[in-house]
């Protein structure tokens, strides 16, 4: 159907597809190491972060053997193909992970760009199917605006009311209220960034935890700037925008 329409009637819908496809990223190294640490040790599953089969608790497996009852034996081998599948599904999440967390490490200190693709409901993605800004929580986190802008007179506060809208703890609040509440929340906020694994922890509580971390970090070190309004900050924040390609 978009190959059969004029040029001139889609010239806008590629260009809009162009100027996405020219939006420059790069790694967020700060939260990339962080999570290449847990990820190395084991992982944890509170985070979302793939534990490795040999730290996974599992089901113990009972031999099969001669002498057992029909239905001990039956039981026995429910658990052994339960066991199984669970060890299946643990290393290929810990497989999708490792290869993510790779290709973030191999353009740690690169500026990348994602192609993207129009579907049939005039939906636009991006084309690389494990690392891109559109997954989830962990790889959110790990990416960054290459180019830089001031933050301006009310940049912090659109930082602020982004982090309240990432812990999902505030849904029925005005943006104001959500502001207020960032300010009351400090010290936690603070404390997560600086502190990740060993201090409060208030981060992880989080329902888009490592989003949630990235926004601290980012909320501290402009902050702690010398000017908050002249801080180049990377860091993208959320906007919601519905769409629909007519005819």
């Known amino acids: 159907h978009i190959r059969s329409t004029p040029i001139e009637k889609i010239g806008g819908l590629l260009d809009s597809i162009n100027v996405l496809n020219s939006c420059a990223w790069k790694i967020n190294g700060d939260v990339l190491d962080l999570l290449m640490d847990i990820f190395q040790h084991g992982g944890n599953r509170q985070l979302s972060v793939p534990v490795a089969v040999e730290n996974a608790k599992l089901p113990e497996i009972l ?97 602020k009311i982004h982090l309240v809208n990432l812990t999902d703890l505030k849904k029925k609040a005005s943006i104001d209220e959500r502001a207020k509440y960032a300010d009351e929340i400090m010290d936690d906020i603070l404390d997560s960034a600086d502190r990740p694994l060993n201090g409060r922890q208030w981060w992880t509580k989080s329902e888009e935890p490592w989003q949630t971390l990235a926004c601290c970090m980012e909320i501290a070190r402009a902050i702690r700037s010398s000017d908050h309004t002249k801080y180049v900050s990377h860091f993208p924040i959320h906007q919601v925008f519905f769409n629909k390609l007519f005819d």
């Open 63 to 159: 031999p099969i053997e001669d002498g057992l009852s029909i239905d001990e034996r039956k039981r026995r081998e429910i658990i052994l193909a339960q066991t199984k599948k669970m060890k299946a599904e643990i290393f290929s999440l810990w497989c999708y992970e490792l290869y993510r967390l790779s290709i973030a490490n191999h353009f740690r200190n690169e500026i990348f760009w994602f192609p993207h693709n129009l579907d049939f409901r005039g939906r636009v993605y991006p084309i690389p199917p494990h690392f891109n800004h559109l997954g989830s929580d962990i790889a959110r986190s790990i990416i960054l605006f290459a180019e830089g802008k001031p933050l301006g007179p009310n940049g912090l506060r659109q930082l």
